[in-house]
Nanobody
Framework: QVQLVESGGGSVQDGGSLRLSCVAS????????MGWFRQSPGKEREFVAA????????RIGDVAKGRFSVSRDNAKETVYLQMNSLKAEDTAVYYC??????WGQGTQVTVSS
């Protein structure tokens, strides 16, 4: 089993920044990619960003291009999502996905205009 714990969410004003963290524990016995997704009320969960094991390979979703970046620290088993130039439409619960398809519980991000 894998446990994923997100943190770093909160309330910011339009144009602000936040950095989310996701710490993995448990069955992390192999190299694994990590991903960030988000879900707003009434909408389906959508892809935000992903990063390979080494950190050299990243993919940013259309909703985040040019504003968000993803990184990781394998020594800490942590992946980060740096979010800049936040907009009201970025308001959502942000989830990380880890090895074997496990999900975290999510962290709320609220952007006010």
């Amino acid at each position: 089993q894998v446990q994923l714990v997100e943190s770093g969410g909160g309330s910011v004003q339009d144009g602000g920044s936040l950095r989310l963290s996701c710490v993995a524990s448990g069955r992390t016995d192999r190299r694994y990619a990590m991903g960030w997704f988000r879900q707003s009320p009434g909408k389906e969960r959508e892809f935000v960003a992903a990063i390979g094991w080494s950190g050299a390979s990243t993919r940013i979703g259309d909703v985040a291009k040019g504003r968000f970046s993803v990184s990781r620290d394998n020594a800490k088993e942590t992946v980060y999502l740096q979010m800049n130039s936040l907009k009201a439409e970025d308001t959502a619960v942000y989830y990380c996905q880890g090895p074997y398809g496990y999900w975290g519980q999510g962290t709320q991000v609220t952007v006010s205009s």
